[in-house]
């Protein structure tokens, strides 16, 4: 799964770090889940959909083969 939050991150000048205090989760965590090395919760994944104000299927997306 890929997903976009690295660039919804840029559009708003917010760190990996800042994303992560406002989601009360780790910047390791964060950084896993850009580097798709970790898949979020549905939870989480809408949890940082709405902390962009997007919708969770603009942020995440399949690749061919998931």
């Known amino acids: 799964m890929k997903n976009s939050i690295k660039v919804e991150r840029a559009k708003v000048d917010m760190t990996q770090q800042e ?3 406002k989601l009360q989760v780790s910047r390791q ?4 889940i850009e580097k798709g090395k970790f898949n979020p919760s549905t939870l989480l994944a809408l949890r940082i959909a709405r902390a962009f104000s997007v919708k969770v299927d603009d942020l ?3 690749e061919e083969g998931d």
């Open 29 to 32: 965590t964060i950084n896993a």
């Open 60 to 62: 995440f997306f399949l």
């Open 19 to 21: 994303l992560a205090d």
